[in-house]
């Protein structure tokens, strides 16, 4: 099952290097690359022993890497084109640049782009664009037998790559690697990566500011330790042969170039001698330039052939540089990357359920758990509260009619008013006038009944009239000026308890307002003796603590 | 089964499939709801437990409260404000007070009683009753009327609010006056009348007063 886990999470990966005359299986890991086994496409069985050995291998993802002879490059202008119409246009010039070849892809160089930007700027006859590189490989019948085996076993297929292409940053990598060795700057505009692979052919790769400028593969003889130089001569020959088609590319000395061999330093160290010109030559082992680019080879693996190399470089990538677009993948890939997709999404659905059903399991149990203490609590209590209850019972009280009874004594017995208080205090200040007769009034709003909710309690009103009598001898005046002194007498007694006195009928009005009936003479005197003046004092609760 | 994809693959997106499904349904359709009802059970025995503490906090309260409104409510008991507002007994209280004072006259008219809307009271199972008194006095010196105003108000059963008191000289005590009451014809000098509503408490089972007097 590990082949359906993505290659996200294990970075197990086969690389199949696709030679002319079989492919090779290498498998990357945490540990390293390791070569497996090389397949001849005339051997029985091959897509059952590749699939076989891709699906014993533990992979989970699989590049193709083609570095085969037969491969097609083309540098192309390309007009500056809108986001919208880029990708069909270059599609089209693909097509009419390479129509007989299935398999295309297309890639900006950004050097040469900005190389030919830099060139139009003065030149308004030049086409703005950008500078692309166009590849395409044939879809052979091996291609499709490589499908099939993949076809067989679940793996994530990354893409189908070009090992000159994929291999370009790991060339410029190298050279920067030995020039900071050197304590130089790696300041060649050229460099040309010369390694030799198990198909037997001799890989050159020729990279000018860091991008591809030229490959070949060509066969060498197989290294002799008996001859080293043998290999060596052949090798001499197809660089003077690279270097010779290098001044087409617009090589010159001035330039710079370091040449870079990868290899058993048996073969590769009488190279130098042979090669006459002016270049930065290293020679580096396989183990050197694997671990100068970052990769782990193992210790037994043949230190000439550096196919292993190229495979450990790709495999580590993440997407290819220049994929190559076709049928056959497609057919393969897309079905594998929904699948993939539809894996995701449901290992994350039922990690989600499973996360809610923990969460909701864990919450029932707690929920479970805090019933049993609430109930355990609630028995508690409900067993003080019985208690309570029989203390009560016991004690014969019966709470409802103490409180309401007590505050109904209370809400009466603050409302009222006692006559004899204002009384007494009235009776203290008469002294010698003559008190007829008096009325007591208390009256307001029923202080028992409950109130509706935002009614209050009409306020009381308490008053007392007192009627007081003056013999008719005495003169009004006299008669109106004892009242205000009863008054005034009144008043200081009456604040304390929260009454105040006023007068509301004097003896006689003596004002412009008043009326007058007088008689005068001897008889007239006797008769007012016996009559009398009335007067009224009106006594009235202002304050409610009165 | 697909092309491109191995059975093994489709199988395992089905198994995917099928537990996510499964599992889901099974959450969404017995572990959420049984979980709810769980803690639905839990908040109503919470709250119970919360209601039945504060039931036992007030009732602790109101104990210890009791113990000193027990004497009070006893005093309460005790002048009389449980009750009925029997006439015939009002009647024979009113008397015991009046003899006491020695009025020359005193006329007591109650009219019919009525129940004062109280909930504390029917949460106690009782009512409030009120009913209002007039008494018609004649008496030799006012005294006597407001003596009989303060025994009214201190030891008439229950609740006694005077309303209103209404008092005058009728006659100026003078020789002849003096002979007249000497001979044993008693003559009042003073002339009144107070009103007041009777208020007390008594249980819902009582018979409702009747207007009444002498």
Redo the contacts between chains.
């Keep these: 099952m590990s082949t359906l886990i993505p290659s996200l999470f294990s970075p197990t990966r086969c690389v199949l290097l696709i030679m002319d005359d079989g492919v090779g299986l290498f498998v990357s890991s945490r540990r390293g690359i390791s070569f497996v086994d090389a397949y001849h496409w005339r051997e029985s069985g091959f897509e059952e022993k590749l699939a076989d050995a891709m699906e014993r291998s533990g992979a989970t993802s699989v590049v193709i890497l083609n570095d085969a002879v037969e491969q097609h490059y083309r540098k192309e202008k390309v007009p500056a084109l809108s986001y919208f119409d880029k990708a069909n246009i270059i599609q089209r010039r693909l097509n009419v640049t390479f129509p007989n070849f299935s398999m295309r892809a297309a890639t900006v160089l950004m050097a040469g782009t900005k190389a030919l930007r830099e060139s139009s700027l003065g030149d308004k006859e030049t086409v703005k664009g950008d500078l692309y590189l166009f590849a395409a490989v044939p879809s052979t019948d091996v291609f499709a037998r490589i499908m099939k085996a993949i076809a067989h076993v679940d793996l994530q297929i990354v893409g189908y790559g070009l090992l000159p292409v994929e291999s370009t940053p790991m060339v410029d990598a190298l050279v920067k690697k030995i020039a900071q060795k050197r304590g130089g700057s790696g300041g060649a505009r050229w460099s040309i990566l010369i390694s030799q692979h198990r198909g037997g052919g001799l890989r050159q790769i020729v990279v000018r500011n860091s991008e591809l400028a030229l490959t070949r593969v060509t066969p060498v003889v197989e290294p002799d330790p008996d001859s080293p130089g043998a290999w060596s001569a052949d090798v001499s020959q197809e660089l003077q042969a690279t270097l010779s088609y290098l001044s087409r590319f617009g090589y010159s000395p001035e330039d710079g170039l370091d040449i870079i061999v990868v290899g058993d330093p048996t073969y590769t160290e009488p190279l130098e001698a042979m090669i006459f010109a002016p270049c930065n030559y290293s020679v580096l082992t396989l183990r050197e330039a694997a671990s100068y680019v970052g990769v782990n080879v193992p210790k037994n693996e043949d230190g000439h052939y550096s196919d292993i190399l190229h495979a450990g470089w790709v495999a580590r990538k993440l997407a290819l540089s220049l994929p190559l677009a076709s049928r056959e993948i497609d057919s393969v890939k897309r079905p594998r990357q929904v699948a993939l997709g539809i894996m995701l999404l449901c290992s994350l659905g039922v990690a989600g359920v499973a996360g809610v059903a923990v969460d909701e399991a864990m919450k029932l149990y707690r929920a479970t758990v805090n019933i049993d203490v609430a109930q355990q609590q609630k028995k508690k209590i409900d067993m003080i509260y019985a208690e309570e209850l029989q203390r009560k019972e016991r004690m014969g009280i019966d709470i409802p009619l103490i409180k309401g009874a007590l505050q109904i004594s209370r809400d009466i017995s603050s409302v009222a008013v006692d006559p004899l208080v204002v009384l007494e205090a009235v009776a203290r200040e008469l002294q010698d006038i003559r008190l007829d007769g008096f009325e007591f009034t208390s009256v307001g709003g029923e202080p028992a009944e409950t109130l509706k909710s935002g009614e209050v309690l009409s306020q009381r009103n308490t008053q007392v009239k007192l009627l007081l009598s003056f013999a008719g001898s005495i003169k009004p005046k006299e008669g109106n000026e004892e009242i205000d002194k009863l008054v005034v007498r009144l008043n200081e007694r009456l604040d304390e308890i929260g009454y105040k006195a006023e007068v509301t009928k004097v003896l006689q009005d003596l004002t412009f307002k008043g009326v007058v009936d007088s008689d005068v003479g001897i008889t007239a005197n006797r008769r007012s003796a016996q009559d009398r003046y009335d007067a009224e004092i009106t006594v009235k609760r202002v304050k409610v603590n009165g | 089964m697909?092309?491109?994809?191995?059975n093994?693959?489709?199988l395992?997106?089905l198994f995917?499939?099928l537990?996510?499904g499964g599992?889901?349904y099974?959450?969404y359709e017995y572990?959420?709801p049984?979980?709810e009802r769980?803690?639905r059970?839990?908040a109503a025995?919470?709250a119970?437990?919360d209601a039945?503490?504060l039931?036992?906090a007030k009732?602790?309260e109101?104990?210890i409260l009791?113990q000193s409104?027990?004497r009070?409510?006893k005093n309460?008991e005790a002048r009389g404000?449980?009750n009925d507002q029997n006439r015939s007994e009002a009647i024979d209280n009113f008397s015991k007070l009046s003899s006491r004072v020695g009025l020359l006259k005193a006329n007591l008219n109650y009219a019919s009683g009525n129940i004062?809307?109280?909930?504390?009271?029917e949460?106690?199972?009782?009512m409030?009753i009120?009913s209002h008194g007039k008494v018609e006095i004649e008496s030799l010196d006012d005294v006597d009327v407001?003596t009989l105003?303060?025994f009214m108000?201190e030891r008439y059963p229950g609740?006694?609010?005077?309303?209103?008191?209404?008092?005058?000289?009728v006659e100026t005590l003078n020789a002849a006056m003096l002979r007249q009451i000497g001979s044993g014809k008693p003559v009042p000098l003073v002339k009144?009348s107070f009103e007041f509503d009777w208020?007390t408490?008594t249980s819902r089972d009582a018979v409702a007063p009747e207007s009444g007097g002498n």
Excluded: C, H, P, W
């Design positions: 697909v092309r491109g994809l191995s093994k693959v489709v395992f997106i995917l499939l537990i996510g599992g889901g099974l959450v572990l959420i049984e979980r769980t803690d059970e839990l025995i919470k119970e437990v039945r503490y039931e036992v009732m602790k109101e104990f009791l409104q027990l009070e409510f309460l404000f449980f004062i809307a109280n909930q504390q009271a949460d106690a199972k009782q409030v009120k407001y105003l303060k108000q609740s006694i609010d005077i309303t209103n008191v209404k008092l005058e000289r009144g208020r408490m």
